[in-house]
């Protein structure tokens, strides 16, 4: 049923590692976005990006980078991961900007 | 400053009963309102949209006040699988234009 794919769902890693959440939907979508969620708290948007080649950054700072080269794609990258990234990572698209579909989300620890 | 304010809870109510809880906003250039249910370590999913002159979907029914500036959710004849957290949405157009509240955690109990 899920229309938008992140990948690893889990992962555990260690300190100064670089480490790519990868997100596809199947939509055709042009918006998406990345945010992240520490467990009972809530959702801080860190990037978004209206289509391909453009991205922004969101309103919670975030070390990670994206890139969208293809509509479908929005991976996120953190060069050198640090235990303070320890988070779920929760990737969403939308046709209109108001109505979101998420990812069932990446949930990383950095030991 | 785009703020949506929830009461966090946790509401504890009886399997069966109503339940309606509040999310307030401050700007009042918002057009569009959502509420989201996301499950304990799950991803948000939309439960229904808020438009002005109220919505109904089953035993969920969503209101928008734009005078006194706050949308509600009412949950009739609540069932179990009602525990979530309700997140509260404002959008007002734009790829960013979307600031989700902290949630409101429902806990019904049999």
């Known amino acids: 049923e899920a229309d938008i794919y992140q990948t690893p769902r889990y992962l555990v890693i260690g300190t100064g590692k670089k480490i790519t959440l990868e997100c596809s939907q199947t939509?055709?979508?042009?918006?998406m976005y990345w945010y992240q969620q520490d467990p009972g708290m809530e959702l801080h948007l860190i990037h978004y990006s209206y289509g391909v080649n453009s991205t922004e950054k969101g309103d919670l700072s975030s070390e990670s980078t994206v890139s969208r080269i293809r509509t479908e794609h929005f991976p996120l990258t953190l060069e050198s991961a640090r235990p303070s990234h320890t988070s779920q990572y929760l990737c969403a698209s939308s046709y209109s900007g108001q109505v979101l579909t998420f990812g069932a989300g990446s949930r990383l620890t950095v030991l | 400053r785009k703020e949506v304010e929830q009461d966090p809870g946790p509401f504890n109510v009886p399997e069966g009963a109503t339940v309606a809880f509040n999310c307030t906003y401050s700007?009042?250039?918002?057009?569009?309102f959502f509420w989201y249910r996301q499950d304990c370590r799950k991803e948000p999913k939309l439960l229904m949209s808020?438009?002005?002159s109220g919505n109904e979907d089953g035993r969920f029914t969503a209101q928008l006040n734009r005078a006194s500036q706050y949308i509600s959710l009412l949950i009739r004849d609540s069932k179990l699988s009602d525990s979530a957290t309700y997140l509260c949405?404002?959008?007002?157009?734009?790829?960013?234009?979307?600031?989700f509240g902290k949630g409101t955690h429902l806990i019904i109990q049999p």
């Open positions: 808020v438009y002005s």
């Open positions: 949405v404002q959008a007002w157009g734009g790829a960013d234009g979307l600031t």
């Open positions: 700007n009042s250039a918002s057009q569009s």
């Open positions: 939509m055709g979508h042009d918006k």
